[in-house]
């Protein structure tokens, strides 16, 4: 019996490591995940023990071989978009800092914070040290989209930028190389259950993951990932504008061949106001036809507003008149409306459009939600069959570079759209209802 190609995803997220067997279907075979401990770090940090990090990944793995579904014949890796970092000794390989991950602390604030005097070590990110593992501590490599996330990487050569290492008083040899995601990144050795030899093509960060899949190539493509932060990401164009240094990372998009194509592109976090509704419809992620049907069961949100204030949520206009269905209703509109808003922000900012916009997450499974955004944006809303989007972008990443992928016509096949909403509310309607939700 000839055994099925298929691609390993690894995955590290917020508190789980994951590892996905794809076929070149894009079907997902198998899943395995392991969490690992989180503490806090200092005021807006995370820090993780490091060897529990590749423990948890190779119990994850080790989870999927206990069922093998055939031959693995490349391995892709994304990581949460965060700036990470962690120190190891060149000799011995073992950890000297713990890993620290944060939206709040940039590369050299982490840096900073570890102190001086580390002589013969290395330098690098989440992902960068799950490749040294992963090929037996022989490769010490990083991606452009990470490489990014540091501040240090010159995004117009997409080399580290050699006054800005230097004010960090590192030498450059110790930082990972950064490569193009879908480069070599060596092969697997002595990481048990994977055999050895298995290339490692794709190294991206979630975000590029994403792009990937949703098949945001080009100038203007955009997507939102509905979440308890919300996640909103615009292809901003192969040049980069000098307002947006400091904001934009560098990624690639491939073509039928593998070809590299160097983009900007921009995210942003959006913060949601989900747990306004936690104590009034725990389905609500559980049972979305439910909870829509309480919405449609209103006319209004009985003049209750909900809207997130310096990460929190407000709520405007309650009083003893409103019910839970009020609620629900006026949570999606608040979604709705702060997606709009972030949206707007980023057009002001980039002086580019948004003409249309894919979307994933728990709140996505929401007909009336994905209607009310369409209307309210006025740009179609498209929802893909895929239940992880990172997961089918890096696979489609390393389907193309080891060959499993060949053409359009087999990544067309695993990106299927599920639904499309278009605007049913006039522009003058739709603007009137947002400038009155912003005025409240």
Known sequence: ????????????GSHESSAFFVDA?????????????????????????????????????????RKKHGRVVAIALYTVTQPSCVIWD??????????????GMSFSHILK????????????????????????????????????????LDLNTGYWNASAVTNLDIDLADLPQPCESGALFGQTKGFVPLADGIPILAILTET??????????????????????????LNVGAQLKVFLKGKATLFQTYGESGTASFRYGIDLAVPLPYEALKWVSPTLFDDPQSVQMQALSVLHSGGLKLKMKEKKVALIGL?????????????????????????????????????????????????YLMQMQADVLQIGVVRYHYPYMAVLGATLLA??????????????????????????????????????????
């Open 1 to 12: 019996m000839k055994l099925t190609d298929i691609v390993l995803v690894l995955s590290v």
């Open 25 to 65: 279907k894009g079907q997902i075979l198998g899943m395995g995940t392991q969490s690992f401990m989180c503490k806090k770090y200092m005021d807006k940090g995370v820090e993780i023990d490091p060897l529990e990090l590749i423990y948890s990944l190779r119990s994850a793995v080790s989870q999927l071989y």
């Open 90 to 103: 060149k000799e011995t390989g073992l950890p000297l800092t713990p890993v620290v991950r944060s939206e």
């Open 113 to 152: 914070s570890f102190g001086k005097g580390y002589k013969h070590a290395f330098y690098g990110g989440i992902e960068s040290w799950v490749v040294y593992h992963l090929t037996g501590r022989q490769v010490h490599l990083t991606d452009h989209t990470h490489a990014s996330l540091t501040e240090c």
């Open 208 to 233: 590029h993951a994403k792009s990937i899949g949703f098949g945001c190539t080009h100038f203007g493509d955009s997507y939102f990932t509905y979440g308890a932060l919300g996640q909103l990401y």
């Open 319 to 367: 009083d003893a008149g409103v019910e839970s269905s009020h609620m629900v209703r006026a949570f999606y509109e608040g979604v709705a409306y702060q997606v709009k808003d972030s949206i707007t922000a980023l057009e002001e900012v980039t002086g580019v459009f948004f003409k249309e916009i894919c979307v994933d997450g728990p709140l996505s499974t929401h007909d």
């Open 399 to 440: 389907g193309i570079k080891c060959g499993v992928l060949q053409s359009k016509t087999d990544i067309a096949k695993c990106r299927k759209i599920n639904k499309q909403f278009l605007p049913s509310m006039d522009p003058i309607s739709s603007l009137a209802l947002y400038n009155e939700w912003r005025a409240s």
